[in-house]
């Protein structure tokens, strides 16, 4: 029989503070009940569904515009282009060589490739072949980034067989470009593949790097976590904690898109490597500005394109498949409804 031990039934005190509130009163009524605060999203988080002001509406759309066209100049026609959100299908490593000849520089590249590890999208390559394919696009990036940009890099592991099954590609690629890596930041999630002769993986990277390291964009208050633990403790009569909340620490804990009966999440798409939304919206908030465009050359199911468009920066996407293309460009015209939906009910009430 199942033995009930004491901690089963005991509930985590919650100290009610009524001085000092640490970022929204909903997001601590969140933590006092015990729910998780990066709960499943509904095609996108409400983040994303705001209405920008008319200035900033107007300046979105001339930017819009002026990419756009210089890359229609350059690149060709385009897969899909919508209020701000442009996909090109094919191979990004092309495509960023006729951006390099455009005029249009990126403020921030945030991207997932391939991991070599034979999904479905990818061709099995030796490891020494995916690291210089690697070297050689991320110097594209690199020389089509502004001077204050960003890089940001998201990988996991690969097998190098007879030395290693899970090697950290980090450890691979990390100083392959002329970026400056500024840090790297380990993202955790709850759930994934169990192992039985190893620890089940539950992290993987993400690589920081800038072009100039006495000049980039980095946005801390817009990503400031206001789950602090004490939010009332003062150093010499001052409070030791900024009211925005605490600086979010290099360990990011965002659940994975989850796939499944029952336990589906909801932004989920027919990708089969998909970023949740809310890590994308912590790299896009730091790390750009509105109107900036954002570059995700591996665009896949296109989560940085919602997460661009939603928080008012321009998205260019690289996507080689037909078919991802496509069910990306279904995703962004159902957010499209959705933050239409919102801002008219908003309007109405
Ligand atoms: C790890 S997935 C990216 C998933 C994406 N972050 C999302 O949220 O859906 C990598 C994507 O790169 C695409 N891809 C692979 N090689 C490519 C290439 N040379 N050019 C453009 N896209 C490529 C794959 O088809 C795949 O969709």
Known sequence: MKQS??????????VKDTI?????ADHNKYIAEGINPHKETNIAPSTFLQKFDVTLQEQILNRYTEVENLLRKHLGEPFFSQSGFILYQGNCTELLDRLLKSNVRIELTVTSPPYNIGKEYEHPLSVEEYVSWCSYWMEQIYRITTDNGAFWLNVGYLEMPGKGLCVPIPYLLWNKSPFYLLQEVVWTYGAGVSAKRRLSPRNEKWLFYVRDIQNYTFNIDDIRDPNVKYPNQKKNGKFR???????PSDVWEFSKVTTGKNRSSKERTGHPAQFPLEVIERVVKASSNPTNIVLDPFAGSCSSGIAATGLGRIFVGFEMRHDYCQLAVERFTKFQELRRYTQRQKTLF
């Open 5 to 14: 031990g004491w901690w089963q039934s005991m509930k985590v005190a919650v």
């Open 20 to 24: 000092r509130k640490i970022g929204g």
């Open 241 to 247: 904690c900024n009211p925005l909340g605490k600086n």
